[in-house]
């Protein structure tokens, strides 16, 4: 395990999607069990998110949706690339299908993510202190360009790059699960230089792929976060010709990770979703037991016993 510190971001993703979600990251941060969350603008409970927000005090940032419900921008509800035939974002599978065949106008992209920005602002009060996408769809060909201008333009400095170490050996994730994880993996490594070249950061470690819903448990989180940081540690190590870190550089250095979550009490139809009411996940039991696990006291202690300091990406 790495000397020094470690800062953990715990990001609550979904936030404003319907208001069981909402009372149950609410419940998590007041918990000390998640410490940022993640905006759904166009969620059916996201005017609420931001009051709860506020009124507690809770890092927040925006988690842009180009594949689920309705558009926020005017402009684009009715008449858009971004929209199928029923009238709604194409899906996480059929945006990405959309985007292969070249149906998707880039422009439209722009303008979604800009009026979503714009409602958060409305909503908050302020700029996201960070912002990446739903499902995450920010890092695909064509629109992780336009994601970065968007960010820069806004002077928005963090995001998420989903690449996380120890994925290839996460054996009791299910093969079509980990299809679609690779491909966010391959998506984000051809990311990587496109946020470097626009000013863009986020944490050095992402863990979340291998630790979501019903494969969440304290002891996966211990192994992954022990896992990325052991991988972080070797990549880091300086080559048997060059200096050795001293004990003080080793001591000082802070390592950042963010681990992404969704907890929150079950969807109740058909009450939630972004326009077209909760999906069957939200609706499932493995968001309470996010909650319940991220809530444990044994997760709490092992954070304790190794000097992980949780914290929002504001405190970068």
Known sequence: ?????????????????????????????????????????????????????????????????????????????????????DGFFHGKMGFRMALAKGLLKMSEVKQELMAQLDLFRELTGHIPHHMDGHQHVHVLPEVRHVFAQVLEEYGIKYTRVPIEPGLHSCDWIEPPLMDFYLGVEQDSFNTVNVFTRHGIRWPDIYIGLSTMGKNMSVNNIQSAISTVLAAFTAKESPSADARPFSHQEEQSRTVTIELMVHPGYPSIPPVGGCGEGPDDFSQSWERLHELQTLMNPELQSYYKTRNIELCAFKDL
């Open 1 to 85: 395990m790495l000397q020094g510190r470690v800062k953990l971001i715990v990001t609550g993703d979904d936030f404003g999607y319907c208001p069981w979600r909402n009372q149950g990251i609410v419940e998590c941060f007041l918990a000390g069990a998640v410490s940022n969350v993640s905006l759904l603008v166009n969620g059916s409970a996201a005017t609420d998110a931001a009051q709860l927000a506020r009124r507690h005090n809770i890092p927040i940032g925006l988690h842009a949706n180009l594949s689920e419900g309705s558009p926020v921008c005017e402009v684009l509800k009715n008449n858009s690339s971004l929209l199928n035939e």
